[in-house]
């Protein structure tokens, strides 16, 4: 069996990322790898899909057994991206998708080579822009902020392996699952079926 | 304007690439390069459409003037690739689809460097020669010859970019697509956007 592919979404907020994800499931049948973190659940959040919600203890011990890809602390919240599931799913030739953001991806790389980083992106900076400001709520301290994660991220998207633009969801979301199935055609993941191709024209 | 991708589509005599190039045109509006050839047109054979016939002198002039990406003799006939209909078109940003043997193709190859190498196959050796017996109408000579040829060609498919499998043609058409697509949103055929991102949120 095909191993499945190990697909990282990352992108600017508002961008959309988590819309894409979720087409990709519903569309392509990928896998969303759910991260764990030690944050308490705010309204709404279900144990198991919007979090594995973990105590210090607990996520702290999964970090002593090597239960985590990746983890990092953002200000006093561990997040993490549980190594189970993901080499379950891809053990079983389903594609995963992990929604990261830039450190984390880079990471995962290290460990996971073959790992697909793409970077969804606005059409236009004032699109970034525009789509920061969300619902037109957040204070312009929240905005500023948000604007300068953004200019930080951008520094680093020369690091990603494909840069795709969700200006139209549907478009960009086969976009994705495009270099999903191209990585799958490469070559280099198709050495086996040359092989028995050429043993096999041998012997007839 | 994004400059559109070269396609080069190879595969075993038999294995359908002529209905897959077919379809990338008729689904999703790709430019089909004619062949110019100094044999005579067959039965039901339009020129323009199947091949530019030409004479031997035209046919070497179009050489002494650089008219040919490629062109290969066989038996006691010349075969090229026009240079200006391929040109024209990626400059209008259209993705070109060259269908060319092995030989052929690594020859554009030098010229191209992005072009995109796509190997046709079957799901199996078996499946292979099913295809290459075509319509059993096949003297057992022809066969054999066939078969050989499938052979030398198998020691190239390694030097392709791709291997896909032509089982659902339907499928086939959407992979050989998404070669193309991903392509298009490999990070370094975005370095514009990236560039104009990074300097638009700068000044916001």
Redesign the interface.
């Known amino acids: 069996m095909k191993k499945g592919s190990l697909l990282i979404l990352s992108g600017f907020s508002g961008v959309g990322k988590g819309t894409v994800a979720k087409q990709l499931v519903e569309r392509y049948g990928y896998s969303l790898s759910v991260s764990a973190t030690t944050r308490k659940p705010r309204e709404g959040e279900v144990d198991g899909k919007d979090y594995f919600f973990k105590s210090v203890d607990e996520f702290k011990n999964l970090i002593d057994y090597n239960g985590f890809i990746e983890y990092a602390r953002y200000v006093e919240n561990y997040y993490g991206t549980p190594r189970k599931f993901v080499e379950d799913e891809l053990k079983l030739g389903h594609n995963v998708i992990l929604e990261i953001e830039v450190q984390g991806a880079f990471r995962i790389r290290e460990q996971y080579p073959d790992a697909l980083l793409?970077f969804i992106?606005a059409p236009?900076?004032?699109e970034?822009?525009n789509r920061l400001l969300g619902r037109g709520t957040e204070t312009e301290e929240v905005i500023q902020k948000r604007?300068n994660r953004?200019?930080e991220e951008?520094?680093d998207?020369?690091q990603?392996?494909?840069?795709?633009?969700n200006d139209d969801l549907d478009q960009c979301v086969?976009?994705v699952?495009?270099?999903v199935?191209?990585?799958g055609?490469?070559?280099d993941n198709?050495?086996d079926?040359?092989q028995?191709?050429?043993?096999?024209?041998?012997v007839?």
């Open positions: 793409v992106t236009s900076a004032k970034i822009k604007l953004a200019l951008s520094a998207m020369d990603y392996d494909y840069i795709i633009v086969d976009d699952n495009s270099v199935v191209a990585q055609c490469l070559k198709n050495l079926l040359i028995e191709t050429i043993e096999g024209l041998k007839l």
